[in-house]
């Protein structure tokens, strides 16, 4: 969720800020997307470490929100590309304040854009064990990892029962998001 904030909002400030820096913007944003989840993980745990963080749950949620990000931001941006601006400049003429626009006329136009980018995130952040394992500290686990630790022990049927519940709950995201954006499509 803190993810899906904050890359809908910077899709915005990459959208609005001028051509010759949305490049660099989009570059710096597409760091977290191609670079390995190996140098990801080891370079959150060398960043925690020296700044003298305790490994646990709040240096994996940390690192999830940042690797986060540029999905949601990749997700919202060609939806905001796409949309016209003479609705916004409209809006201004009208006499709507800033808020006003972005909560009548942008937010409900990107809103299938931000749920799609919330549900990328969300699968990505659940599936994602490479960073997770150099940021988890003692005492603390997350799913991936307390699958993979159990498989290497040898696969039981807790690891098949809770990879089946796992692969359903994904399947009725997707299903959920179906129908979301199908009534979001007869409402326009």
Do not use: W
Request: aromatic letters at 14%; zero cysteines.
């Amino acid at each position: 969720m803190i993810a899906t904030i904050i890359g809908t909002f910077g899709a915005i400030y990459i959208y609005q800020s001028r051509k010759k820096y949305q490049e660099a913007f989009l570059s710096l944003n597409n760091i977290l997307m191609v670079a390995p989840d190996v140098m990801i993980g080891a370079s959150f745990l060398i960043l925690f470490t020296q700044l003298k963080f305790s490994l646990g749950f709040l240096t994996v949620l940390s690192s999830h929100v940042a690797f986060s990000i540029p999905i949601v931001v990749l997700m919202v941006l060609p939806r905001l590309k796409e949309m016209n601006d003479d609705m916004i400049h409209a809006a201004y003429d009208l006499g709507a304040s800033q808020f006003q626009m972005f909560k009548e006329i942008m937010l409900p136009y990107l809103t299938p854009s931000i749920i799609a980018g919330y549900f990328m995130a969300f699968t990505y952040s659940l599936d994602d064990f490479a960073v997770t394992f150099f940021v988890t500290g003692n005492g603390f686990s997350t799913l991936s990892v307390e699958i993979y630790s159990r498989a290497r022990k040898g696969i039981s049927l807790e690891i098949n029962a809770l990879s089946a519940l796992v692969f359903l709950f994904s399947i009725i995201l997707v299903v959920g998001y179906y129908f979301i954006s199908r009534e979001k499509e007869e409402q326009a």
